[in-house]
């Protein structure tokens, strides 16, 4: 039957008839079919991709794509006056992440999917995930972000597995979320639940009583840990997770008739940071409960899991006390007591390497570099710095398990879905064939000097600045100029990411307006991002930015020239909304701080030139472009390395040397402001900027406003800046996660 009447069945009506509702549900039900037509990939070995996070995004447009039938499908809607973005829309995005961690898992399922390895993704089916983001007052609020709504994706099972917390057993039960590769095979996403969850306990925002695990397990991803309920919580949510991975995945193989004892050759677990890292005991646990001596059960296991590292944050590395994990999961504590004692027994005689340490706290990490076969950092520099500062101990006694997987992003969602306009440029420049083997976009280096391709470019990306414009008009009542700079830092609110660095440009800019020097071309700077519920200085910082907006926008002197942007409840689909309209990407984190950033990747696919410190993969994205095609400023890795260990940094200094510095720091205070904001929040911010600045914004803040004028200045040499986005877009394959999965695939997991 041809797509146009399977519709129309679906629909039960004419497709003129039907709305939005009718046409997505009928559009969802279609995919879920045609997936189902596809077999579920078969490899001798399986991948099961372990993670508290998997921020998919929306997935109608990426499966339709990855089907094959989404260009086919628009235009049957279209003949019919109807809009697919429109049908898109209709779908609640998964709120099943918080960032990079989360995302990157994502794209990893779409990779795997679409090499035809077979691999799954275990996480939780949080009913609220991480809250939804509003303003008021030029501050952030928390709601909670009902996503979960019918007609849904997710596919309910019979599977259910017992998970005792000491003398409670819960009884789970399993979701699937299909995933299909692009023209190749399929996998499964498994969330795991319990029927008992109660959402009417929400209450005050995100409050609710942290000690009814019967009711609250899924509620929310990351619930507010700073209390001692809280971190249980947490440390509930964990073994819920890891438990049912562990299960389904003996069962899994248990079908299939193989050896448990052979697990590692049918079994590959990786361990995307920390928050899994309890499936390691688990598996041993059950594995003895399978008649396998501990030893042995010790081995299969560490041949069966990895372990990827995704920050140097020490607050990110995972302690738990002792008495928690008693409390909690009492049946794990003999076997992680066992493994412990396995390291203090080898005569390393070096305390850092203990799993449980002098004040009886147990490190998750240490769990996974011992007891698995491979640690991983998520970009070369990153990598680096593990293996020769924070985890040096550990590379010193197992340096072949060390190696780096630089990330990457599906090309799938970040060019052929959220950029058809210059996907469209892109076929009809050097054929097809990238979508699939995305090196090939070198090919358009030959068009380095072909004036009709700078100027199709151009036209692209001025399209989707004018879309952008036009979205942030209807939605949110923000008028911007498509004409100006489109200057974009969009993720995660937090010091080390330095967005009070770029706040802090824009005051400098704003003086100089005042005074009387305007920018040589008009400049929009936007932000999105949440912060953290617990995280006052990250909050602090949104503060500023929304009361920098509502100054600056409202100053009919200045806002021709300079207008500030904060968008709401920044998400993947708004991502794909402002990534191909951005001009300037800003990677701008304190250098060693950022293990990678992935939306960095994004930007320069999409044709954005990156303003970046020599952090994360920045420097693999320079090495790539070269120099004349990124703008990269700031202080070295090693220079901020060497400060942290001499204490030799003192933003007071700074401050107190610098005029310039001095007037934008003491704006935060200034009469201009504090008539808008709370003065109290600005000035916590102001003290810590001066007396404290844990993240040394100081230090590179002049290098910083001057690399951003000759950026401002260089977009006016339109030649040049037209080649710029083209080498970038050009140098962009390396970074599709095919190749990232390709690299974990030959080194870590062999599915093959
Ligand atoms: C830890 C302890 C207690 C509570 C929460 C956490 C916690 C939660 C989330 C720790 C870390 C995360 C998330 C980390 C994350 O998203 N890291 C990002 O991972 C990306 C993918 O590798 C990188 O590109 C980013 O550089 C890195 O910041």
Known sequence: MNLENQLEELLGKSIDDADKNELYAACLELVKRRSREIPLTQTRKKLYYISAEFLTGKQLGKNLINLGIYDDLSRILKNHGKSMQAVEEHE?????????????AACFLDSVATLNLSGDGIGLRYHFGLFKQEFKDHKQFEIPDAWLSEPSILEKTDVSFPIVFGNRTVYSRMYNLDVIGYHTGRNQLHLFDIDTIDESIVHDGIGFDKKDIEKNLTLFLYPDDSDKDGQLLRIYQQYFMVSNAAQLIIKEQKDQGHDLRKLADYVAIQINDTHPSMVIPELIRLLILEGISFRDAVGIVTNTCAYTNHTILAEALEKWPISYLSEVVPQLMPIIGGLDWGIVCSQHDNPELNIIDKDQRVHMARIDMHYGHSINGVAALHTEILKNQELRHFNSIYPAKFNNKTNGITFRRWILHCNPELTALIDTLIGEHWKQDAYQLQDLQQYFNDYHVLWQLEKVKQHNKERMAKWLHDREGIDIDPESIFDVQVKRMHEYKRQQMNALFIIYEYLR???????????TVIFGGKAAPAYTMAKHVIHLILCLQELINNDPEVSPWLKVVMIRNYNVAKSEMVIPAADISEQISLASKEASGTGNMKFMLNGAVTLGTADGANVEIKDLVGRENIYIFGRSSDD???????NGYHAKEYYDRSQSIRRCIDFITGPELSAIGDINALAALQDNLKNKDWFMTLLDLESY??????????YLNREKWKRMMLVNIAKAGFFSSDRTIEDYNRDIWHLR
């Open 92 to 104: 609640q995005e998964p709120s099943l992440g918080n960032g990079g961690l989360g995302r990157l």
């Open 513 to 523: 307006i005042k005074d009387g020097q305007k920018p040589v071309h008009p400049i």
């Open 640 to 646: 901020v390395i060497r400060l942290y260990n001499t």
């Open 705 to 714: 406003c001057n690399v951003k004028e000759t950026m401002i200045y260089d």
